[in-house]
């Protein structure tokens, strides 16, 4: 499928009345898991969309092109169609153990489709982290309210410790990496570094909005921590885009993988209601995107192949059982921390590390640490956490349910 060759609908007709913006929610106890991820990500793929051209316009001293903006934007209020599918009775806890659902599969994914091996590294790195997010959360909503985090990702996923969301926190300089160089990256690796950065920033901003809402003391607390883990995970993802890439180009980039997405849920929905959304849209992003090729051809005079070679989309995402591979990396990643660009054992950094220093910082009371204290709340109260996985957990300094291991990936 190549969405420069099909036939585009005109703009204005991708503008919705009241009635077709406001779908038809889904059911939280039926849905299919990976409905609610695709739902997940969609929101953080428009999103991302909405602010990009925000930003776009904040640099762009053409009224011309702003005003195209200004169009574009309107329809990407498809962002508002898909975040309103969440069903009134979904609580914002509900809904965190699907944002930490989607990063996992979703990074498991990607990692797995990565032909750049210091991306899929990156990848693998955050994979770990956001698997502990899911965890920490599942602890307090069982905690609070009783609800295993299982019956709402069905059994897709283990529930279990990762790298410790303690051992998380690290000096900022440790989370630049490198860019990609798009002129000769895959556009594999375009897709992929943009998917995962848009996700990452709306899981940011989902924690920094919503995480005061929560409550208790300890549920805000623990918002507060892990939002401040994927601020550094929006940091450690956007660091990989290309920033030679002008704002055109990134446009032109912005509605290929909306249509990639759109095309690819579309493809393996379930739910006919969701699916009969992701096939609108997907017209609507084909729209927009020769909106953006001629853009980009009329005022920097560059065709979309010398952005996107071959238009045809690379292998289809699809959601599926990671949890083998999540196993493997587990087991072979979990004491890594970052280092500059780059990535090591904890064991081999220098002791005056700025690891140490800001770990020291934030983490001197390990008692006070939330994402610590939901477990051991957990455990005095139940004698162990909360965890649901089909095998044990691959490091055994993490399987014991009775204490919450603190200094795995932290202390040399
Ligand atoms: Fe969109
Ligand atoms: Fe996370
Ligand atoms: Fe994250
Ligand atoms: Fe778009």
Redesign the pocket.
């Known amino acids: 499928m190549n969405p420069f060759e099909q036939k585009p609908i005109q703009l204005k007709d991708c503008i919705m009345d009241w009635c077709t913006v406001y779908p038809k929610p889904y059911n939280k106890m039926e849905a299919d898991p990976y409905t609610k991820v695709r739902i997940i990500l969609m929101n953080g793929?428009?999103v991302e969309?909405i602010i990009f051209k925000h930003q776009f316009q904040r640099n762009c001293n053409n009224n011309d092109i702003r005003r195209e903006l200004a169009l574009s934007r309107r329809?990407?209020q498809?962002q508002k169609h898909i975040n309103w599918l969440k069903p009134i009775d979904e609580t914002p806890l509900e809904t965190t153990i699907g944002y930490e659902h989607v990063a996992v599969d979703l990074t498991a994914w990607l990692a797995q489709n990565e032909p750049n091996p210091y991306v899929k590294q990156a990848l693998d790195f955050a994979l770990l982290e956001d698997f502990d997010h899911l965890y920490r959360y599942a602890n307090l909503l069982d905690l609070d309210k009783q609800i295993p985090s299982q019956q709402l990702v069905k059994s897709f996923v283990d529930i279990t410790p990762g790298r410790p969301t303690i051992a998380e926190h690290r000096f900022p300089f440790d989370s630049v990496r490198n860019p990609i160089d798009s002129k000769t990256a895959d556009i594999r690796t375009k897709l992929n570094t943009l998917i995962i950065t848009a996700a990452e920033q709306q899981t940011m901003n989902f924690y920094m909005n919503l995480g005061n809402y929560y409550y208790n003391d300890l549920g805000r607390q623990l918002y507060l921590e892990i939002a401040m883990i994927e601020e550094q995970h929006v940091t450690h993802y956007d660091s990989l885009l290309d920033p030679n890439c002008t704002w055109l180009e990134n446009l032109l980039l912005h509605e290929y993988m909306?249509c990639y997405l759109y095309y690819s849920f579309y493809q393996n929905e379930v739910c006919q209601n969701t699916k009969s959304i992701w096939e609108m849209?997907l017209e609507?992003?084909i729209a927009?995107l020769h909106q953006a090729a001629a853009l980009l051809k009329k005022y920097e005079n560059k065709d979309w192949q010398q952005v996107i070679p071959d238009g045809n989309f690379p292998k289809l995402l699809t959601f599926h059982d990671t949890r083998e591979y999540v196993r493997q990396v587990l087991a072979q990643q979990v004491c890594l921390t970052a280092n500059r660009e780059g990535y090591i054992p904890v064991t081999e950094l220098p002791q005056d590390h700025e690891f140490f220093f800001y770990q020291n910082r934030v983490n001197h009371d390990v008692n006070s640490v939330p994402s610590h204290k939901v477990v051991k709340e957990h455990q005095m109260k139940f004698n162990v956490d909360y965890r649901a996985e089909a095998q044990p957990n691959p490091v055994p300094e993490l399987s014991d349910r009775t204490n919450d291991n603190t200094q795995i990936a932290r202390t040399r």
């Open positions: 793929i428009e969309s329809i990407e498809q909306e849209h609507q992003e927009q």
